[in-house]
């Protein structure tokens, strides 16, 4: 069974009370079902790890590929528009990852058009909202080991 590691950034944890005309009125924690469901059709196994502190997530992305994980999807947030790091630490771990975020980042901000993170990802989906994350686990589970 393939192991993936999800890693949200800051402000995730905000869903459903954060800009809902943007993000909608979903939480987290409702993603997080919607995932494991998905994932149980797909005979993968997930785990989930949210923070808003950059190091942390560059901590956890160590720690689960010194623990075995297959792959990543990952949603950095802001942090996805200016972290060499977390890309960095992403390229070491020599995983394939999947870069999710809710919103078209290139319909934004003009800050928000450029995903730093996504370079050392297999893909980027954006601008699907939730099912977004489904077609991320799509994707790893039919990827070959």
């Known amino acids: ?10 402000n ?5 009370k954060r800009e809902p005309e943007i993000y909608g009125r979903a939480t987290l924690k ?3 079902r919607l995932m494991r469901a998905e994932a149980r ?4 196994s997930l785990s989930f790890f ?18 075995g994980v297959d792959a990543f999807i990952v949603n950095f947030g802001a942090y996805s528009h200016t972290s060499i790091a977390l890309r960095d630490a992403l390229s070491a771990s020599a995983r394939p990852a999947v870069e999710v975020h809710i919103s078209d980042i290139r319909k934004r901000e003009k800050f928000r058009r450029h995903s730093m993170t996504a370079g050392a990802c297999v893909a980027m989906i954006g601008g699907k909202g939730f099912p977004g994350y489904l077609e991320a ?9």
């Not at 502190?53 to 010194?66: K, M, P, S, V």
């Open 12 to 16: 995730l944890d905000r869903l459903g």
């Open 1 to 10: 069974m393939k192991k993936v590691a999800v890693l949200h950034g800051p």
């Open 137 to 145: 686990l799509r994707l790893l589970a039919a990827r070959r080991p």
């Open 41 to 44: 059709a797909l005979g993968l």
């Open 50 to 67: 949210q923070s808003a502190h950059e190091g942390a997530l560059i901590d956890r992305i160590h720690w689960h590929t010194d623990h």
């Open 30 to 32: 409702d993603l997080e």
